[in-house]
């Protein structure tokens, strides 16, 4: 358990540079869409930490899949649980999403949606090659027999 905590820590710190890098992608974004012209020093305060603490925890989050006594669906719901309870505490924080019913349903359609978009590209890429794999061992094998 203390490897895979160290992992987490590693794959977190890794990835929480980047938070502040995606942040200002999204201000630069919304200055050119949305003609944001000033932010206060408080807002860009909490955007930064909150950023770099989301980042954190999905680079950190990735590790949940090396457990091997874990199940894969309880793997995939404990990593798209605190990914979704994360992304969503950070745009409620930010200021991104209003608090509310309505705006709470979209946001968790959308994250779902993406959710289950980029797992079915991880399954089909993994399937993929798992095939190839799995065809490459029958030729060995049916070479051996020969």
């Known amino acids: 358990m203390k490897q895979v905590i160290l992992e987490f820590v590693r794959r977190g710190m890794i990835a929480c540079g980047f938070g502040p890098l995606i942040l200002v992608v999204l201000y630069l974004i919304l200055h050119q869409k949305c003609d944001l012209q000033t932010l206060t020093v408080e807002q860009v305060c909490v955007a930064i930490l909150s950023l770099s603490a989301l980042a954190f925890i999905a680079g950190g989050m990735n590790v949940i899949?090396?457990?091997?006594?874990?199940?894969?669906?309880?793997?995939?719901?404990?990593?798209?649980?605190?990914?979704?309870?994360?992304?969503?505490?950070?745009?409620?924080?930010?200021?991104?999403?209003?608090?509310?019913?309505?705006?709470?349903?979209?946001?968790?359609?959308?994250?779902?949606?993406?959710?289950?978009?980029i797992w079915l590209i991880i399954w089909s890429i993994t399937k993929k090659n798992a095939d190839r794999l799995n065809e490459k061992l029958k030729e060995k094998q049916h070479r051996k027999s020969i």
């Open 65 to 117: 899949y090396q457990i091997e006594q874990l199940p894969l669906m309880i793997a995939i719901l404990l990593h798209g649980g605190t990914l979704y309870i994360g992304y969503l505490i950070t745009y409620l924080v930010n200021g991104w999403i209003e608090m509310g019913k309505s705006p709470i349903i979209v946001f968790t359609v959308i994250f779902l949606l993406g959710y289950l978009v």
